[in-house]
Nanobody
Framework: QVQLVESGGGLVQAGGSLRLSCAAS????????MGWFRQAPGKEREFVAA????????YYGDSVKGRVTISRDNAKTTVYLQMSSLKPEDTAVYFC?????????????????WGQGTQVTVSS
């Protein structure tokens, strides 16, 4: 069983930065990759970023491209999401997930295990 625990969320002013962490247990890094998604109230879950098992490939959503960086530390089985130049529209609950199935990294259906999420609130 894979368990994912996100941390690092909080309240930040527009233009600020946050680093989210996703601590994983249960051999999640044997899977194809890890991803971050977010969901704002009343909106569908949105792809943010993903990283392959080796870390050699990364993927970013159009709305965050250039402002976020995903990385992983396989020794610590932790995935990070460094976010900068935050905007009020980045406000959402951020989830990390383990990609089990083949297919696009951007599709949430290709991920099996999910964390509980961490709230990010960006004030204007």
């Amino acid at each position: 069983q894979v368990q994912l625990v996100e941390s690092g969320g909080g309240l930040v002013q527009a233009g600020g930065s946050l680093r989210l962490s996703c601590a994983a247990s249960g051999r999640p890094f044997s899977y194809e990759g890890m991803g971050w998604f977010r969901q704002a109230p009343g909106k569908e879950r949105e792809f943010v970023a993903a990283i392959s098992r080796s870390g050699g490939s990364t993927y970013y959503g159009d709305s965050v491209k250039g402002r976020v960086t995903i990385s992983r530390d396989n020794a610590k089985t932790t995935v990070y999401l460094q976010m900068s130049s935050l905007k009020p529209e980045d406000t959402a609950v951020y989830f990390c997930a383990t990609k089990l199935y083949s297919g696009a990294f951007t599709r949430s259906a290709n991920y099996q295990y999910w964390g509980q999420g961490t709230q990010v609130t960006v004030s204007s």
